[in-house]
């Protein structure tokens, strides 16, 4: 009979084990992964704060501007449109050779970065954007008041000049 309980013991284990692990293992499974609207993460706030993070990252060889940045996206355009447009540009990118940048990043091509993503806010116009942007670099006491300068001429012209 000791031996009978024993083994009932044991089983009673593995079914408790059973029960309440195995489900706590399998938290987030499911049909499949979380979307999570990339758009909704960008604000005029978390794009300074990024701006200036990257900035200061910048040797100061990098942080000199080598040219005129141009908007590259119509403030027009949908979110969708944008992303649509963004996927469609990488595909291009995988299908053709493309040139290869050496060396770090500079402040042209974080700005490139920044053109983007200020397409992506919801709720705004461009210009908005651009402008709470410079009021939050601004602000900024990391930086110092020729790098605000800097970055607050480098907004305008992505505004468009305004």
């Avoid at 461009?126 to 009021?135: A, D, G, L, N, T």
Wanted: glycine share 4%; proline share 5%; aromatic share 4%.
């Amino acid at each position: 009979m000791s031996l009978f309980r024993s083994r009932a013991c044991v089983l009673a284990v593995i079914a408790t084990l059973v029960a309440f692990v195995l489900p706590a293992l399998g938290v987030g499974c499911g049909p499949g992964p979380i979307e999570v609207d990339k758009a909704a993460e960008y604000t005029p706030e978390s794009i300074a704060q990024e701006l200036a993070f990257r900035y200061r990252a910048l040797n100061p060889e990098a942080k000199k501007s080598t040219r005129k940045i141009r908007p590259k996206s119509k403030s027009d355009k949908s979110v969708a449109d944008l992303e649509r447009d963004e996927r469609a540009e990488k595909k291009n990118k995988n299908t053709e050779a493309t040139k290869k940048r050496t060396g770090p990043p500079t402040i042209d091509d974080v700005m490139e970065d920044l053109d983007t993503k200020l397409n992506k806010i919801k709720g705004t116009s461009r210009s908005e954007s651009c402008q709470k942007v410079i009021e939050t670099i601004s602000k900024d006491s990391s930086l110092t008041e020729s790098d605000r300068q800097n970055l607050t001429e480098k907004l305008r012209e992505l505004a468009g000049g305004s």
